[in-house]
């Protein structure tokens, strides 16, 4: 393992190289060398993660603003596929996983939620190393514009917020069809460079087409 690499891309050099150590431990390969996973760490960085959105969020919310729109808007910010890209940026880092052989073999590298639980471990990690601050700096960071995006989202309106995405395409990227003559069914299909993102069918066509906006809008890491 490359520590000095590995401390590169995340921008936080640890006093206690054991806690990186054990960040980038998987489960599998805890258990072939009876090792440390990073499960703690990954519990403890998703509490670390959640109290610092949440900080940012009260700190720049609107005053009218609900206790279930803040609930929303870190929703967006902490879910997975967020968190997955953030590693993703950090070219190469994911290949520092200690992974076990029989798991290897499935790749787990390129797992979505692998990439999240060591985002998580990386954050709790850093936090029992360099407190806080240091966490919050990483957080910051890497999930910067995802916290200003959410900021500006419009709570519940999954249909704006796709739009916002997705810019020029506008309507466009939606396409309706009805079905089923005896009780009308309006399905509706979110197409983003010419390939079908969502699916959704209801009896309206505004509650078909928020449904398939708030698929694509997870699929796409807003949600």
């Not at 803040?70 to 596929?81: F, G, H, P, W």
């Not at 029992?128 to 419009?154: C, E, S, V, W, Y």
Request: proline fraction near 1%.
């Amino acid at each position: 393992m490359d520590i000095a690499k590995i401390q590169n891309l995340i921008g936080y050099e640890f006093n206690n190289k054991e806690f990186l150590i054990t960040a980038f431990t998987h489960s599998s390969y805890s258990n072939e060398h009876q090792v440390q996973s990073n499960e703690m760490l990954e519990f403890l960085g998703d509490s670390v993660l959640s109290l610092a959105v949440s900080e940012y969020l009260y700190q720049n919310a609107d005053s009218n603003w609900k206790e279930k729109d803040l609930s929303e808007k870190r929703a967006i910010i902490v879910n997975k596929t967020p968190l997955a890209k953030a590693i993703d940026k950090k070219k190469g880092l994911i290949g520092f996983l200690r992974c076990g052989v029989g798991e290897a073999r499935s790749n787990p590298t390129k797992s979505e939620a692998t990439k999240c639980d060591l985002y998580e471990a990386i954050v709790g990690a850093i936090f029992l190393d360099g407190g806080m601050q240091a966490a919050k700096a990483f957080i910051h960071r890497t999930l910067g514009a995802n916290m200003a995006q959410a900021l500006k989202a419009k709570t519940g309106n999954y249909v704006g917020l796709l739009l916002e995405h997705t810019l020029l395409q506008k309507k466009d990227i939606f396409r309706y069809a009805q079905t089923n003559q005896d009780q009308p069914m309006f399905l509706v299909e979110v197409v983003l460079d010419q390939k079908t993102l969502s699916k959704a069918q209801a009896k309206s066509k505004a509650q078909a087409e928020k449904l398939a906006a708030k698929a694509a809008c997870v699929k796409l890491g807003l949600l």
